[in-house]
């Protein structure tokens, strides 16, 4: 189980960390915004790195690197420099990218894909979801920030999507032990990718759909609460993903 919270955790820290400086390259994102972002990666790059184990852990390491430079530059009078939110979502894809090819057994490409849809689309919701609290005590704050946090949402929950299908085409069915539509249920394997597919990726997508109607709406408490749900669901999918990809292999 420590694995797989540690795998969840080093996600969801360097997604945050990915989106937040993708959003910082766009638009003028309230300080407070960013710190609290960046302090969250920090601390859950950090869980990561205790909980893992092996040379492995030096991805997490940079990630809390990187997330602590961004918390650094937060605390300064000033925009924030555009070199830093490019180096930023550089070294996460770079740091999802290594922690794949470090643990993956085979198919290195597949594991690279996995792990950096995985980070993507934790962040996009978390991040996304914070961002729609400031709007509750920023009420000048410019929509275009949440209406890009919702485009990052909607691209990485294809890329699940993507990523997914291609690991049961080469193969994830039969790690599974799914060969006919009653081992969703009989099998335990296909039990728990059934229970993944529905919070995980079935349900985003309608979610996320949902939230890109009531952000161009402007409708920023619906979207906010929308994303609330959104970010419970995928919390739990992807809990469940990392424990299929610890007991399979493949990045379901």
């Known amino acids: 189980m420590g694995k797989v919270t540690s795998l969840l955790a080093g996600h969801l820290a360097d997604g945050g960390v990915?989106?937040?400086?993708?959003?910082?390259?766009?638009?003028?994102?309230?300080?407070?915004?960013?710190r609290f972002c960046a302090a969250s990666s920090a601390g859950l790059a950090l869980v990561a790195t205790l909980l893992g184990d092996g040379v492995e852990r030096f991805a997490w390491l940079l990630v809390a690197a990187v997330?602590?430079?961004?918390?650094?530059?937060?605390?300064?009078?000033?925009?924030?420099?555009?070199?830093?939110?490019?180096?930023?979502?550089?070294?996460?894809?770079?740091?999802?990218?290594?922690?794949?090819?470090?643990?993956?057994?085979?198919?290195?490409?597949?594991?690279?894909?996995?792990?950096?849809?995985?980070?993507?689309?934790?962040?996009?919701?978390?991040?996304?979801?914070?961002?729609?609290?400031?709007?509750?005590?920023?009420?000048?704050l410019s929509i275009a920030p949440l209406r890009d946090g919702a485009f990052w949402l909607w691209l990485s929950v294809l890329a699940r999507w993507a990523v997914v299908g291609l690991a049961l085409a080469l193969g994830g069915w039969e790690v599974l032990h799914i060969s006919r539509a009653a081992d969703l249920v009989f099998s335990t394997r296909g039990l728990f990718f059934l229970f993944r597919s529905l919070t995980g990726l079935l349900a985003p997508v309608a979610l996320a759909a949902l939230v890109w109607q009531t952000v161009k709406?402007?409708?920023?408490?619906?979207?906010?609460?929308?994303?609330?749900?959104?970010?419970?669901?995928?919390?739990?999918?992807?809990?469940?993903?990392?424990f299929l990809l610890v007991t399979t292999g493949y990045p379901l």
């Open 67 to 140: 997330a602590a430079l961004v918390y650094a530059r937060a605390r300064r009078p000033g925009t924030a420099p555009k070199a830093l939110a490019v180096t930023s979502v550089a070294v996460g894809v770079f740091a999802a990218a290594l922690f794949a090819l470090l643990s993956s057994d085979g198919h290195g490409w597949l594991a690279v894909a996995g792990s950096v849809s995985s980070a993507l689309l934790l962040g996009a919701v978390t991040v996304t979801m914070i961002l729609g609290h400031w709007y509750l005590v920023d009420t000048s």
């Open 217 to 242: 709406i402007r409708s920023t408490q619906s979207a906010t609460g929308l994303l609330y749900v959104a970010l419970m669901l995928v919390l739990f999918g992807e809990l469940i993903s990392q």
């Open 18 to 34: 990915v989106v937040t400086s993708l959003l910082a390259l766009s638009h003028r994102l309230p300080e407070g915004f960013v």
